[in-house]
Structures are given as C-alpha cells and as structure tokens.
C-alpha cells in the first residue's frame, strides 16, 4: 500500500482535498495519507510556511497531494506573524515554491482540456454569424524552479550587487538611480534545466499522440533566457520529425487563444509565462475549478489544483466550491504511479456528470459566490462528489 503525504494547506485545500481522497477511497485507490502542515497558519505561529517535518515526510514518501495556499506581500505577511517572531528576520517565502525548488520539481505539467456539456467553455462566432465550441485540449510544460520565479531579487541591491551589474552596458539607463530606489528581479535560466523541460515536452507529445509542439517566450525581447529556449527546442526537435515546433511571443499568443485554442497541443515555457499561458488556456475550459496540474522531480512529485485558497469559502457551511480540479490532479498523481486504471474511471465519471449537466456548482452556473448560491441551485462540494461517485 503506498502511502501519500496530504497537504490541504489553507482556504478552500482544507475542504477540496479531504473530498478527493473520499473519491479515491471509493474508486478503489489503496492508500494511506499521512498529513504534512505547510501554508500561512504555520508562517504565523513558526515563521515557516513550509516546516522541516513536511519536508521530511515528503523525503520518505516521495508522493504528495497539495491542496491550496494563501501567499501576501512581503510587508502584509511580516505583519501577520506572532508577536514574539516580530524583528527576528523571519521572511516569508511561498512554501508551494519552495516546495519545487527543495525537490527540484522543475518540470510542472498543467493539462487544460474542455469537458463537453460544461457551460463554461469557450465558444466563438463562426462566419456565418453562428457559434461554434472548439475543442481545447493543450498541456502546458512550465519551468517549474528557475525564471522570474527563481527568487534571486533585491531591493536596495548590496553594493557587490550593484557593481557586478554595471558592467552591463544597458545599467548606464539606471545610473542616476540610488541604490534604495531601486528593485531588481532576475530572469535566470540553465542550460541543463530548459533541456530537460523541452525534451520532457516532446515526450509527453509523442507518447500521448499531440501534432506540435509551441515554445511560448519572448526572443525578440529577452534575446538571452528566451533565446536559449528556442535554441535548444530547435535542437530537440530533431529528435522528433513527427512532430512540429511552433514558436510564439507570450504577448501575442495570449491575443490567439480565443482566435484558434484548438490548434495548440503541448507548450513549453519558463516559468512566469507558463504561469501565464496555463492560467489563460484555463480560462477556455471554465475557470480554475478545472485546472490541475503536477509538480514532477527526478524523485519526488507533487500534484496540486492551481486555483488560490480563497480563504472566505472555507468556512462556507455548506462548502460551495468546485473540487473537479483537485479531483483531477488526484487523476495526474494516479497516472504517475501506474494507476490508470482508476484515473481513468474517475475522468470518464467527471465528463459524464458534466455533460449530464444536473449537479453544477456555482461558478458552472454562473453564480456569485456566496451562501446564497446553494438557494440558486448551486450543487454543494459534497453533491458534486457524491455524483462523480455515483457514476464511478
């Protein structure tokens, strides 16, 4: 029997988790969760988001299954810490990243397929002044551990800082500018990383039948991060004459998402801008109630929905919220360890309760947010697992 580390975190991961594993009770998953504390009530009291025990069980039991984090500014969360933690130099640093980045999960997969009945896909007008509904079924590969996520910033840069910059020519334009006036944030990319990334890409096309292949950055602009991107997926490309490479600009590709989503099957990009273009390609199929995703390391992997915590419904008696995403990346942490079996019964009973179209939750139907939405019409969190159960 594998054992799982459950990590809910905060907001809404308290109340989406648990209902995933009682799906994957019932489905046939044999496991046991062991609970890992990591998210703000920890900040708060230990002045770590992410504690040392979480780690360590997470180093033992390789598999994890991540519910949601609620994550400030820097300012608003030092002031959130006990009292007896102010002024030590505790700093808050988001534990989901830290997570990646402890693990090395550089290589983060978000899936964005539409479901057919779900009201909530995108559609558009046709020539003949009808409407259609494409298909949108693309998976995104985003740098997971490097980019402008990498963490290396300043503000007020250490002089050492500041003097290795200025021997770049382009730091004249900031030379009137003191030192604590300015904020820097890096864009850091290795070679050895976007690799792995790009030829996990290709492979994941290959295996799973997609046409193309898109690098999505910004070359023209970014001629060093971006350029090595497209560099090395012109080389990998070799490898697979079967498959085309695209290249496009992150600006432009988020105008062409609602000209022709159906054309993109699997894109590559670092990390912001897969942030970016999976949140974008979310919108197409509903929302982030639908979007899951994996965090995949050499050794560890760990498997989350990318929607936030929203903190307000997590007290919500009954819960509203829609747990589809977090019972689909359920679906991607069974995929990876061989169970497809059960994955695959669990998607097909998604799709059927979906396109059946009697339980919907509130934001399927359009609906604020709100305990009112249950009065509306609006399926609990708890209906809409009892209905994927029931056609399991």
């Not at 808050?92 to 779900?118: A, E, T």
């Not at 998607?347 to 139907?365: F, H, L, Q, T």
Request: proline share 5%; hydrophobic share 40%; charged share 25%.
């Amino acid at each position: 029997m594998r054992t799982i580390v459950s990590m809910p975190g905060d907001g809404i991961g308290k109340v989406v988790l648990p209902e995933a594993i009682r799906l994957l009770d019932v489905a046939g998953f044999k496991a046991e969760y062991v609970h890992g504390d990591i998210g703000w009530e920890f900040w708060q009291k230990e002045g770590n988001a992410l504690p040392q025990r979480t780690i360590e069980l997470l180093e033992k039991h390789k598999i994890g299954l991540f519910g949601a984090i609620t994550s400030k500014p820097k300012d608003d969360a030092t002031r959130e810490l006990a009292t007896e933690l102010q002024g030590k130099g505790f700093v808050y640093f988001s534990p989901i990243v830290g997570l990646r980045q402890h693990f090395d999960l550089d290589i983060c997969i978000r899936p964005c397929q539409s479901f057919k009945g779900n009201p909530l896909n995108f559609i558009r007008k046709n020539a003949n002044g009808g409407f259609e509904e494409p298909i949108v079924n693309t998976v995104i590969f985003r740098q997971n551990t490097e980019g402008m996520y990498g963490g290396v910033e300043w503000t007020n840069p250490p002089a050492q800082v500041r003097e290795a910059l200025e021997t770049h020519p382009k730091m004249k334009n900031f030379a009137h500018v003191p030192s604590e006036e300015l904020a820097i944030s890096t864009r850091i990319v290795s070679k050895n990383a976007t690799e792995r990334i790009i030829k996990a890409a290709f492979e994941y096309a290959k295996t799973y039948g997609y046409k193309n292949v898109t690098i999505c950055e910004k070359p023209n602009v970014l001629r060093e991060t971006s350029g090595m991107y497209l560099k090395i997926a012109k080389q990998i490309a070799k490898e697979y004459p079967e498959i085309a490479l695209w290249d496009t600009n992150i600006d432009a590709q988020m105008m062409w998402l609602t000209k022709n989503p159906e054309d993109y099957g699997v894109v590559v990009a670092e990390n912001m801008f897969g942030d970016i273009i999976s949140d974008g390609f979310a919108g197409l199929i509903g929302g982030l109630g639908f979007a899951c995703s994996a965090n995949i390391g050499k050794d560890v992997a760990v498997f989350e929905p990318t929607h936030g915590s929203a903190p307000k419904y997590e007290n919500l008696k009954p819960s509203i919220v829609n747990p589809i995403a977090m019972f689909l990346s359920a679906c991607m942490m069974l995929d990876h360890i061989g169970e497809n079996e059960i994955s695959t019964k669990i998607k097909n009973a998604i799709a059927k309760v979906i396109e059946e179209g009697k339980v919907r939750s509130y934001d399927m139907m359009k609906l604020r947010g709100g305990a009112n939405a249950i009065n509306q019409g609006a399926a609990t969190t708890q209906q809409i697992t009892d209905a994927v159960i029931a056609n399991l």
